[in-house]
């Protein structure tokens, strides 16, 4: 899984960090990816943060 932030969509609210606070930080107004994942229980913890994004700036894709 790599995951990405849509800046165009990302309202800067920080739910994903709070909820994945490991994850993505808040940088001038705007989400951040600051590391992947790298387990199935991170993973989980990044498609948590994804269904409660209030505009689905979060974007999930495949690797490789």
Do not use: H, W, Y
């Not at 909820?19 to 808040?26: E, I, S, T, V, Y």
């Not at 989400?31 to 498609?47: D, F, G, H, L, Y």
């Amino acid at each position: 899984m790599k995951v990405s932030i849509d800046e165009d969509k990302c309202i800067g609210c920080g739910t994903c960090s709070a909820m994945a606070g490991d994850f993505f930080k808040l940088e001038n107004g705007k989400a951040k990816v600051i590391r992947q994942p790298t387990n199935a229980q991170e993973e989980e913890m990044i498609k948590n943060a994804v269904n409660f994004c209030p505009t689905g700036a979060i974007i999930i894709s495949k690797e490789g």
